[in-house]
């Protein structure tokens, strides 16, 4: 059984930075596409970012484009998120997400395996 658990959401104020971070046990870790999607109150689940099998290959959304940076550790079998320059719209719980098939989608529809969330709160 997959399981991926977050971690190091909190409360930051705007301008602060935080690193996400999400572990993934019971399965193929460096065979896996990850992703981060965020769900603000209110709002739907939105595409972040996702990061192919090898790591080559990223696509953001254009909000976190040149303030988040996703990597991945496939010897920890761990993904990263690292957040700066946050702004009280970064607000939201920050999930991350796993394609068996390696293929960084921007769908979260398409991503089997999803952790329990994290969350992110950035003060004005």
């Known amino acids: 059984q997959v399981q991926l658990v977050e971690s190091g959401g909190g409360l930051v104020q705007a301008g602060g930075s935080l690193r996400l971070s999400c572990a993934v046990s019971g399965g193929t870790f460096n065979l896996y596409a990850m992703g981060w999607f965020r769900q603000a109150p209110g709002k739907e689940r939105e595409f972040v970012v996702t990061i192919s099998r090898s790591g080559s290959t990223t696509y953001y959304t254009d909000s976190v484009k040149g303030r988040f940076t996703i990597s991945r550790d496939n010897a920890k079998n761990t993904v990263y998120l690292q957040m700066n320059s946050l702004k009280p719209e970064d607000t939201a719980v920050y999930y991350c997400?796993?394609?068996?098939?390696?293929?960084?989608?921007?769908?979260?529809?398409?991503?089997?395996?999803w952790g329990q969330g994290t969350q992110v709160t950035v003060s004005s």
């Open positions: 997400a796993a394609n068996a098939n390696g293929v960084p989608y921007k769908v979260s529809g398409l991503y089997a395996y």
